[in-house]
């Protein structure tokens, strides 16, 4: 007898339509070679919303997609994509917000493989989604609320068995810097908030009490226990001890793997818990590796920290239970956490501001919680910390002074960046996330803030970090073996997102066992470069930008947690310190009972990147702001001039700067493009690599537009 069973993808997506009220569902077959997560989230984007759509219309759309991997007891797969149109760059092109927390697994307990939510309420409303009943609701009493007392509110009103992934004050008020926030401190950025605020939308809720089936779940569990016991490594998989331990060959001050002897959870329930020294090989000791709130927070943090936890299916546990008091006593909350970025913004402030106060220690960490836990109870998201930088620039160069209204201006004590006093800090993120006022175009996007404030200048100098003149600042770009992280810190609408490189980069091994698997694994020892003492480019970095890259795309639509994935590296000196990156294709195989090979997951990756980049061009404006062009070269994959004129001194190519060369960066923009099949010089879909990628649809509307080259 047929077995007719959806295994790993639930075969369904769910459709909202807020101004109809029409709650109805669509098969995920048609999607499925785009894998789930990013890859179906984007192609309901180019289906769906035609091009040049504005981000705040009803003709906008936001869709929740998670992957076949999620839920399926696969480690690390608990993120969710969330896509819709950017609010805060140029021509507003498709963006990706990613979270971790639990909402992707409600959602595919719930039979889902995603959520497409369209229209606009005429009112307030939140979204309930129970399984296969879903309303929605009236928000009255929740609208207005931090993210903190409306997912409390919403819990306690459709149970404490519910996920709330919910805006904030900054989303209600539609600002472009603005995020949705699931269980307390999880948030997906991009300017989200602000598209669910236009739409009246306060919340996501959702119960899901089902199962997901698994093709092999012996398979999984065994995969499960095989990677926890000899492959994976600490948060952003780092494989060493940041101290000298007995039981390592290695050690790295700058790992996460920071579990030593003498460090412990201080304010665990039932006393303190020493994270000790967790070797490689006992998997129930895997999360102690990583105190997340001593990376991020020094010494300081582990007097307040409560414990170390994590995300649906995760072992690492890099996210930071803490209880604070001198935050609530300076207006932040007692009780905090770390969404990345939020959890150590006063490290990117001091330094423009130039004060006195040293980086981790517990003047900056009171500072970091305060900021922290109001940014993300308001709602307001950071773009990689680039509000803060943002704001300090502004402090320390006069630009408020000279650009607020005189009342606006005043309303402030601005000297407090200077005498150790975080309370400027909530009334002035308050301020920012109401966005009625000319001070809340800090949050509107650099892009947009230095144009209106005459301050162009500000986007190419190091200290902004503003790698696209586009409107998006680095992530781990050039700092990141050289031209690997600086070409794919252009080819997406927003900061890359990409962990991929620097996962490697950072995972404490040594400089020549790393030349040795980059030759392994992108054909020559010559893909990697010591830092800040690069070489030209060349074909094997080019791969190198090619993997990292296609990975960090299939897993956000897999979907895994980028952050720890790929298993390029391993802590196991019996194992010579591989890794294994055959995972994901084994575990795919385990949960959907489909035979995909590496090469094959990685060309799915590839094909859903060119699928973002063919909605790009439809929406892209060219020099005389026509839309609808397919010169990337010229119009997208752009960089900002501080990165070839840092480090005056210096010339590229020379120890101790990691100064790019323009021609040289230009060239490895051709070697790129030629990996994904794109045209050399535009680097834009052709007919060709369409026709390999299976993508005729695609190919047909872009022959219709004129894009093709």
Not at 135 to 160: H, M, P, Y
Not at 177 to 183: A, E, K, L, R, V
Not at 383 to 409: M, S
Not at 672 to 681: I, L, M, N, R
Request: with cysteine; proline share 5%.
């Amino acid at each position: 007898m047929a077995d007719n069973k959806s295994y790993g993808w639930t075969g369904k997506i769910l459709r909202v339509n807020l101004t109809d009220g029409a709650v109805t569902t669509f098969p995920t077959e048609p999607y499925k070679d785009y894998i789930g997560g990013m890859g179906i989230a984007n192609k309901i984007m180019f289906d769906e919303v035609p091009a040049g759509t504005a981000p705040l219309s009803e003709e906008n759309k936001v869709v929740f997609a998670v992957g076949p991997l999620t839920a399926s007891g696969t480690p690390l797969a608990g993120r969710t994509t969330i896509a819709s149109l950017s609010t805060f760059t140029k021509d507003n092109l498709v963006v990706d917000a990613h979270c971790g927390g639990m909402l992707g697994a409600r959602i595919k307990q719930a039979g889902y493989d995603g959520i497409v939510i369209e229209g606009k309420a005429d009112k307030p409303v939140y979204v309930m989604v129970d399984n296969d009943d879903v309303k929605i609701k009236s928000a009255d009493g929740v609208w207005g609320l931090g993210t903190r007392a409306a997912t409390e509110l919403l819990c306690r009103r459709e149970g404490l068995d519910t996920v709330v992934a919910t805006i904030g004050p900054a989303g209600e008020n539609r600002v472009p810097y603005s995020c949705i926030i699931n269980s307390r401190n999880h948030s997906a950025g991009a300017g989200v908030g602000a598209v669910l605020g236009y739409k009246n939308m306060k919340a996501l809720v959702v119960r899901g009490t089902g199962t997901v089936n698994v093709k092999d779940p012996q398979a999984v569990a065994d995969l499960s226990d095989y990677m926890l016991r000899e492959i994976i490594g600490s948060n952003n998989n780092h494989v060493v001890p940041s101290t000298q331990q007995e039981w390592a060959e290695y050690y790295d001050k700058g790992s996460r793997w920071t579990a030593r002897n003498g460090l412990y959870w201080e304010l665990a329930e039932g006393g303190p818990i020493e994270t000790g020294e967790p070797k490689p090989g006992n998997i129930n000791t895997v999360g102690y590796r990583c105190m997340k709130s001593t990376k991020d927070d020094g010494p300081a943090a582990e007097k307040y920290t409560i414990k170390m936890d994590g995300c649906h299916s995760c072992p690492i546990h890099c996210f930071s239970d803490m209880r604070v008091p001198p935050s609530k006593e300076n207006g932040g909350y007692a009780t905090t956490g770390n969404t990345c970025v939020p959890n150590f913004p006063f490290k990117y402030m001091i330094k423009i501001l130039g004060t006195d106060i040293k980086d981790e220690t517990e003047e900056s960490l009171v500072w970091n919680q305060v900021i922290g836990s109001v940014m993300d109870d308001l709602g307001l998201w950071c773009n990689y910390a680039q509000l803060y930088r943002d704001i300090a620039h502004c402090v320390a160069t006069g630009v408020f002074e000279r650009v607020l209204p005189p009342e606006e201006y005043a309303a402030f004590d601005w000297n407090k960046f200077y005498t150790n006093d975080p309370t400027i800090m909530p009334p002035l993120l308050t301020k920012i996330a109401q966005n009625d006022s000319e001070l809340s175009y800090i949050a509107h996007g650099t892009y947009v803030w230095t144009d209106r404030w005459n301050d162009m200048q500000w986007n190419d100098t190091v200290a902004s970090c503003m790698i696209s003149p586009r409107g998006w600042p680095v992530h781990h770009s050039q700092e990141c073996f050289g031209q690997v992280g600086m070409l794919y810190n252009t080819l997406f609408n927003r900061d890359d997102m990409i962990h991929s490189a620097v996962n490697f980069q950072g995972s404490g091994l040594p400089y020549e066992l790393k030349q040795q698997i980059a030759e392994e694994v992108w054909g020559g020892a010559d893909a990697i470069d010591m830092d800040k003492a690069y070489t030209p480019m060349n074909e094997h970095k080019a791969n190198f930008v090619w993997w990292s890259v296609v990975t960090d795309v299939l897993h956000d639509s897999l979907t895994l947690c980028n952050w720890v994935w790929p298993m390029t590296v391993s802590p196991t000196k019996a194992r010579d310190y591989r890794g294994d990156l055959d995972l994901e294709s084994k575990f795919f195989k385990a949960v959907t009972g489909v035979d995909m090979t590496t090469e094959e997951l990685y060309q799915a990756g590839a094909k859903i990147m060119t699928l973002q980049r063919a909605n790009t061009e439809r929406g892209m404006t060219d020099g005389s702001g026509a839309m609808g062009t397919n010169d990337f070269r010229t119009y997208h994959d752009v960089y900002t001039e501080w990165p070839f004129t840092k480090d005056a001194d210096k010339a590229p190519f020379t120890e101790g700067t990691d100064k790019m060369e323009k021609s040289d960066i230009q060239d490895g923009l051709t070697m790129v493009y030629k990996t994904f099949g794109w045209d050399e010089q535009l680097g834009c879909p052709t007919a060709a690599c369409l026709d390999a990628y299976n993508m005729p649809d695609v190919k047909a509307e872009l022959e219709e537009l004129n894009l093709l080259p």
